[in-house]
């Protein structure tokens, strides 16, 4: 694996850690604001910029299946997993084990 992308792949591994981390966000601080605190404006803001982290890396893992190259069968399950709560994370265990299998 070539450094670029090693690097690439470090980079998408932060990158679903922290979409993941915005999804719970948006689940289990805006939406209780939201609803039990009258808030909306929460949801607003933690939605948009979720929705913007959720596009950028559905379009990083299509990336990578030509700069890493990822699997098909990974590329895949990195966007089905955009869509899961706490399914960021668990992509994130394969991404991560590719990049130590190759040290």
Not at 17 to 40: C, H, N, Q, R, W
């Amino acid at each position: 694996m070539t450094i670029r992308s090693r690097l690439y792949l470090k980079w998408l591994i932060i990158a679903g850690l922290i979409e993941g981390t915005s999804t719970l966000v948006l689940f289990f601080v805006a939406m209780p604001l939201k609803y039990v605190y009258d808030m909306p404006a929460a949801v607003s803001v933690v939605g948009m910029l979720h929705g913007l982290l959720f596009v950028g890396l559905v379009a990083m893992f299509i990336a990578a299946r030509s700069i890493v190259p990822l699997p098909r069968s990974l590329v895949l399950w990195g966007i089905v997993g955009a869509v899961l709560p706490f399914g960021p994370f668990i992509v994130d265990v394969p991404l991560l084990q590719m990049l130590r299998s190759d040290s």
